[in-house]
């Protein structure tokens, strides 16, 4: 599902890549609560989307976090309600151990 549409309700996965000059390792913990928050808030709100994770690299100050969501555009506006600028929203094919 690469679209913005709803579709039959499925969720896709989406990386939100965010350039983050400055940040270090010891805030990347209340930007993660943000994500959640604002995830949560939207999930309440009527549009499905679930914060999974986050992955900072601090080398190259990003961080990538890792959505659930119906669209692209759903993620895109979770991630902006935490406040959060990001350079892209993607959808990703996200494999975990078992699965």
Do not use: N
Not at 20 to 31: C, F, S
């Amino acid at each position: 599902m690469g679209s913005d549409a709803v579709g039959d309700g499925d969720t896709a996965t989406y990386l939100v890549e965010c350039y983050m000059p400055g940040l270090t390792p010891g805030k990347l913990d209340a930007l993660a609560q943000r994500a959640q928050q604002a995830a949560d808030r939207s999930s309440r709100g009527g549009t499905a989307v679930w914060y999974r994770s986050v992955t900072f690299v601090p080398q190259d100050e990003m961080s990538f976090f890792l959505f659930e969501g119906v669209s692209r555009r759903s993620v895109a506006e979770a991630i902006e309600r935490a406040g959060l600028s990001y350079e892209r929203v993607v959808e990703v094919v996200h494999l975990a151990p078992g699965k």
